[in-house]
């Protein structure tokens, strides 16, 4: 089926409704004006009957007469019927008649005189009669003269008349009524058009976007506050948030490639010298647990990444619940504790029964993280230092040792993707530990900082908001 566009659509219905309405409205106006000038041709033939029915004089002879040289004189009965000259025979449309009772026409004009030869007087009462299919309104009235008590006024008008008016006005409506809708048509196409502008530069970027996949670009509206705008501004902040996902995958992805390439070429490279040469059993097994070595690196960094990825892609999926954060890290220390690498002591202080909002799961990782590099980047024979407190305001986590530090410009970048401030250690880790922490620093809305110096220990303090 072919598309109909939203615009066709709303200016159809557009000018639908204002066709219904304008009918509507016509045919209000027709009847009402139809009424009126029928109620119009009805008054007229009663007026001019009434005007006319003084326009008679009787005299029962000539003697007194005073005949005025324009006047009618007819022959009535004993006398004579003088009949004034102003006396309208057709005025207005309205034919006025004077009739004997027994309906012998003595004066005036009657289109339908024939047809109407056998209507009985009645006086003051308008009558219909209907000849060739027109309609005629008859009015009768007695006429009030001294002498004489037979003699009658009957007015005739058609109905055609009215008609003749309301055509008129129909014919002229006939006219505008197109122009309405011709009119509502151009203005519907303008404004609809105006209105649409912005849906159509929504779907020419969004088509653009899934065309040649550049996802940098966004919809430019201009300025405002309607719905329209509304969508705009949430398709844009999608596009911010699907450029930010796709940019961090992208990373992501040449990060961990470029990271397991090192440890993949020592393995190849080694396996390579191992098949070329032949040599003593004891020099395959040194080749051997350096590919060893390597594949643990490679196992581990790819274990970081995955843990990494899946924090970072799908962190909605850690349920966040009451957590006696005391607790975990008690215990955490407590397990610790044990490890008596570099001879390095691990002492705490731990404030009881503080509680945050946060995952179990990932609070364990992140503190493990920061004593295991307090253990890995401590000195033989330190200290490890947790202490976790409450202030007016805040839960403050803190792991101090006294191990290499960190110089104060690598500070900033020990929390990106893949650090190692000193290569030499990078087969004990991945350079993923603190991006790690970082990022559940963020899942918990906390803050971290960092304090070291260069060979004296470092302090990692992490605040987490109260409940
Ligand atoms: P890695 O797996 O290398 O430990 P991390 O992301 O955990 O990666 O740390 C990044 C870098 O920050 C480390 O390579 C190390 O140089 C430095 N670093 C982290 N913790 C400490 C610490 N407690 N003392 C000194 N340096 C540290």
């Not at 006047?71 to 057709?90: K, P, R, V, W």
């Not at 504790?337 to 202080?349: H, P």
């Not at 330190?382 to 803190?398: A, D, P, R, W």
Request: with cysteine; aromatic share 10%.
């Amino acid at each position: 089926m072919k598309k109909m566009s939203i615009g066709f659509k709303i200016m159809l219905w557009f000018t639908l409704i204002v066709t219904i309405i304008v009918s509507i409205t016509y045919g209000i106006i027709f009847s009402i004006e139809y009424n009126i000038v029928h109620k119009g041709i009805k008054d007229t033939l009663i007026y001019t009957v009434q005007n006319n029915l003084d326009e008679f004089e009787y005299y029962k002879s000539t003697d007194n007469m005073q005949i005025n040289r324009v006047d009618h004189i007819i022959n009535y009965e004993d006398g004579f019927l003088e009949i004034s000259a102003t006396f309208l025979q057709n005025s207005n449309d309205v034919y006025t008649a004077l009739y004997k009772e027994d309906r012998t026409l003595i004066y005036g004009e009657n289109p339908i005189s024939k047809e109407v030869s056998s209507l009985k007087f009645t006086d003051s009462v308008i009558q219909e009669i209907k000849v060739n299919g027109t309609t005629y309104y008859i009015f009768d009235k007695k006429i009030p003269l001294d002498g004489v008590d037979n003699l009658w006024l009957r007015g005739i008008v058609s109905e055609e008349q009215g008609n003749k008016q309301v055509q008129s006005i129909v014919r002229v409506s006939l006219i505008i009524f197109p122009l309405i809708i011709c009119f509502s048509l151009i203005g519907g196409y303008i404004i609809v058009k105006k209105m649409l502008k912005p849906v159509h530069e929504i779907s020419t970027t969004a088509k653009q976007i899934g065309k040649d996949g550049e996802l940098k670009k966004r919809i430019d509206i201009g300025n405002g506050n309607d719905e329209l705008h509304e969508l705009a501004n949430s398709f844009n902040e999608m596009l911010d948030k699907l450029e930010y996902s796709f940019t961090k995958e992208q990373q992501f992805i040449s990060d961990a490639s470029h990271e397991l390439r090192t440890p993949l070429s020592v393995i190849s490279a080694q396996a390579q010298l191992s098949l070329e040469q032949s040599k003593t059993p004891d020099e395959y097994k040194k080749d051997f647990e350096i590919i060893v070595r390597q594949s643990k690196n490679m196992s581990k960094l790819i274990n970081d990444m995955l843990d990494f990825s899946r924090l970072e892609m799908q962190s909605e999926k850690y349920k966040k619940e009451k957590i006696n954060l005391s607790k975990v890290i008690s215990s955490i220390c407590a397990d610790l504790m044990l490890l008596k690498e570099k001879n390095i002591t691990l002492s705490d202080e731990i404030q009881q029964d503080l509680y945050i909002n946060g995952n179990y799961e990932l609070l364990t990782r992140l503190v493990t993280n920061l004593i295991n590099n307090a253990y890995k980047y401590g000195k033989q024979n330190g200290n490890i230092f947790v202490n976790l407190k409450s202030t007016k305001n805040e839960i403050i986590l803190l792991v101090e040792d006294n191990g290499i530090g960190i110089k104060e410009e690598d500070q900033k970048k020990i929390f990106d993707r893949f650090y190692q401030v000193d290569s030499s250690h990078s087969e004990e880790g991945s350079g993923l530990g603190l991006s790690m922490v970082s990022e559940i620093v963020q899942f918990h809305n906390g803050k971290i900082k960092v304090e070291s110096e260069l060979g004296k220990g470092s302090k990692f303090y992490i605040f987490f908001s109260k409940i």
